[in-house]
Structures are given as C-alpha cells and as structure tokens.
C-alpha cells in the first residue's frame, strides 16, 4: 500500500483542520491505519489509529479533540482534529500496519506517508 496525506495548513487556536490520506493498491482494508505527528525538534509520536473493524485509538493528548475515521470502499482515512492548540503544531503523517494488534511505536509500523504540516498560532 502507498499513502499520500493531504489537509494541513495554518489555524488561530481553537480551530479545526481535517487530515486525508489516501491509499492506494487492493489489500487497503486488511491494514491497521493510523496517525502520527512529529513536532519541531521532537521525536515522532503516536496520536490516533483504526484497526481492521473500526476500532479507535487516541494517544492522551488528542482524546476528544480529535477523530480518526476510514472510508474502506474510498481507501481513505481521516483525522478531524477540532479544539487545536499550538502544542499541536507538527508535521503529520499517515501509516499503515499489517499486523493484527495496534502498536504505539511509530517505528514498528510498516508503511508512510509523505507528512502534512499543521501549524496552529496562539
């Protein structure tokens, strides 16, 4: 599977952005998708997944801010991100897994996106 993630740009606090990243190639819905974001200066971290049948996942920092949602039949998935603050600001990416349990550790995922810029001022 390859992904292209789309959607970031700039937002005052308080905003909202949405997050696509589109896949491509036929096995789309026998991946654990997810999203991770790297912030300047910062290691890459974990913010949100989808397994096989739907089931989300939310790292502390972004639980009730932010949706992850997978359209299988459009080989999409998405992060509505509403509530944001400037400890947001990071470029985001996309991943895919095809193991069968969701991972928090970025590096054990097999496949990413190019990454989206998301830039919130105060």
């Known amino acids: 599977v390859q992904l292209q993630a789309s959607g970031g740009g700039s937002v005052q606090a308080g905003g909202s952005l949405r997050l696509a990243c589109a896949a491509s190639g036929r096995t789309f819905n026998t991946y654990n998708m997810g999203w991770f974001r790297q912030p300047p200066g910062n290691e890459r971290e974990f913010i949100a997944a989808i397994n096989r049948p739907g089931r989300t996942y939310y790292s502390d920092s972004v639980r009730g801010r932010f949706t992850i949602s997978r359209d299988n039949a459009k080989k999409m998935i998405y992060l509505q991100m509403n509530g944001l603050k400037p400890e947001d600001t990071a470029a985001y990416y996309c991943?895919?897994?095809?193991?069968?349990?969701?991972?928090?550790?970025?590096?054990?995922?097999?496949?990413w996106g190019q990454g989206t810029l998301v830039t919130v001022s105060s």
């Open positions: 991943a895919a897994d095809g193991r069968s349990n969701i991972d928090y550790e970025p590096s054990r995922w097999d496949t």
